[in-house]
């Protein structure tokens, strides 16, 4: 989507390894929010951010944590990857978070960990 | 807390067919409700919207009435066609906190 993308589109990682997965988006948005899509649970929410250095955590936040140094940068980090982790990770941005309409999804990273 | 609860697919149909994705929720307070598609290897776009009790969101031959009195939010189509296969998902916002809560997605397959 135009304004927000996700880095890589694709990754393959081992069990027990780090894995960074990175949303950048060019709109100076507020809020940037990260979601993991599994077939039969829809979208759930990781973390999410409200500003630079302030972060909150989702719904299924073990295992993951985040970083946002810059407005336009927000990081998702597996400390130590799962197979429970294999997943397809949507970043999402708006501008203010009652802002009903204004969330904007990237394409989404697809994580395989083997 | 909030939840979305939608029909189990996935759902095919053959093209012209009349489509019917039934949506409910739970939340406190007043929530907006979405239909988000996500179309085969895309991130999620959103399809309409309602913001309040009896509004009526519409776009591209979709339309889905908010109903306070059921907590209903399902989504229609008079006549599908073939570019409408994708995954679909109802959501609020605005219920108990201000972030989006998705139902877990119906898969919707139109044959020519």
């Known amino acids: 989507d135009a304004g927000i993308t996700q880095s890589p589109r694709h990754k393959v990682t081992e069990t027990g390894t780090p894995v960074t997965l990175r949303c950048h988006q060019t709109e100076n948005h507020r809020y940037m929010y990260w979601y993991r899509q599994d077939p039969g649970h829809g979208l759930r929410l990781i973390h999410y951010?409200?500003?630079?250095?302030?972060?909150d955590k989702g719904e299924v936040s073990d295992g993951y944590s985040v970083s946002r140094s810059k407005t336009e940068d927000f990081l998702l980090t597996l400390e130590s990857a799962t197979s429970s982790q294999t997943s397809v990770y949507f970043c999402?941005?708006?501008?203010?978070?009652?802002?009903?309409?204004?969330?904007?999804f990237g394409s989404g990273t697809r994580l395989t960990v083997v | 807390g909030d939840s979305v609860t939608q029909m189990e697919g996935p759902v095919t149909l053959s093209e012209e067919a009349f489509l019917t994705i039934n949506c409910t929720y739970t939340a406190t307070g007043y929530p907006s409700l979405f239909w988000y598609v996500q179309y085969p290897g895309e991130g999620l776009q959103l399809l309409l919207k309602a913001t309040k009790a009896d509004d009526k969101g519409s776009n591209k031959g979709f339309e889905a009435t908010y109903r306070k009195e059921t907590t209903s939010f399902h989504l229609e189509k008079g006549s599908v066609q073939v570019s409408d296969s994708a995954v679909y998902f109802c959501a609020l916002h605005g219920g108990s906190n201000y972030k989006l809560t998705f139902g877990k997605g119906t898969l919707l397959t139109v044959n020519p």
């Open positions: 999402a941005i708006t501008t203010r978070r009652d802002r009903v309409d204004g969330y904007t």
């Open positions: 951010s409200y500003g630079v250095k302030d972060t």
